[in-house]
């Protein structure tokens, strides 16, 4: 069985060196408790590098990421291998609000993001 994470908020933005898809799960406060960023460098590699940091603990994703697949309001990324900080499991499935803002985002970012992982599924 996948891992399985749930946000409430979904942010696309791109610096002048980065591409990046933030997920994260906020307090009524509106503080962070639970995030999950991935990121594509820019100009570095022809494709770019993917980094994958969930609560501050950073990962190659471009080694780790076999690939991805959205559906709805749902990203499911497979792993080549197990992944120990996800219990073992060898893919984490992502769900998110179905809000126009977070369906937003994901449009404009899980492509520039994930690129050439992203495969099947419907956006």
Same mark, same amino acid.
């Given at each position: 069985? !996948?891992a399985?994470?749930?946000y409430d908020t979904v942010?696309f933005?791109?610096?002048e060196?980065?591409t990046?898809?933030?997920?994260?799960r906020t $307090?009524d406060?509106?503080?962070?408790?639970?995030y999950?960023?991935?990121?594509r /460098?820019?100009?570095?590699? !022809?494709?770019g590098?993917?980094f #994958?940091?969930?609560?501050e603990?950073q990962?190659?994703?471009s080694e780790m990421?076999?690939?991805?697949?959205?559906n709805g309001?749902?990203l /499911?990324?497979s792993?080549?291998?197990p992944?120990?900080? &996800?219990?073992?499991?060898?893919?984490?499935?992502? /769900?998110?609000d179905?809000? /126009?803002e977070?369906? $937003?985002? &994901?449009?404009a970012?899980a492509?520039?993001v #994930?690129g050439e992982k992203?495969?099947?599924g419907?956006?």
């Amino acid at each position: 069985m !996948p891992a399985s994470r749930h946000y409430d908020t979904v942010a696309f933005d791109v610096q002048e060196n980065a591409t990046m898809l933030f997920f994260a799960r906020t $307090t009524d406060e509106g503080d962070i408790e639970d995030y999950l960023l991935l990121m594509r /460098t820019e100009g570095q590699e !022809p494709d770019g590098e993917i980094f #994958l940091e969930i609560n501050e603990k950073q990962f190659s994703g471009s080694e780790m990421i076999c690939d991805a697949k959205m559906n709805g309001a749902m990203l /499911t990324i497979s792993f080549h291998e197990p992944f120990r900080e &996800m219990g073992g499991e060898s893919s984490m499935v992502l /769900t998110f609000d179905d809000s /126009t803002e977070n369906r $937003t985002s &994901m449009e404009a970012g899980a492509f520039r993001v #994930l690129g050439e992982k992203l495969s099947g599924g419907h956006a």
